[in-house]
């Protein structure tokens, strides 16, 4: 099975990360939908949460949010994975990066991580310039939704740039020609810090595990 969880910061929802680690067999995997939070700071919460993330003898891959730390994150080496292109944290820990449609367990998953922050974290220093798209993931993603024929199973990212709130204009582009162009089964997002589901195609994940059987 395949599960899903969003925005854990580097310690927040450890009961839902424990209880995946406890019910999941050696075949199933957890995704992230962004803000992991890996190395984000130096708090003992932090160092906790990466401890048993590093530690993790279940698989887990994770999208980019937009509080993230990036230099570390990009400081892997890429490899190919399921039809991708991945950053490889641990054996079992793994990143997956913007644009790439990736086959797993038989399904197909479209993924784009990143968004803007709010001007708070601007004015706080912590704005960081790859929380945004570039211009190269941009043309790949719509390059590999094109090489699948505009039809993926399932769209991961971590925000679903809807018009609402500080909005990137490229992502929101995105999200609405995947919405208007592209057939999927379900669109799932993070960001929002609010598990709901959103309309009949949409739904937003935080602090609950979605699975996708």
Known sequence: MIY???DMHGGEKLGELNKYLEIANDDDLLIILGDIGIKFCDSEENKAFDDLIFSSKKKIAFLDGNHENFKYIYSFNEEKW???IIHRLTENVIHLKRGYVFEIQGKSFFVFGGCKSSP???EQGLYQPEEEPTEKQLDRAYNNLKKYGYKVDYVLTHKYENGKGTVNEDLFNLCKFIDDKVEYKHFYAGHWH???VFDEKHTFVYDKLVCIE
């Open 4 to 6: 899903l969880l969003a």
């Open 82 to 84: 399921c039809g991708g």
């Open 120 to 122: 708070k974290w601007k």
């Open 194 to 196: 609010n598990a709901k």
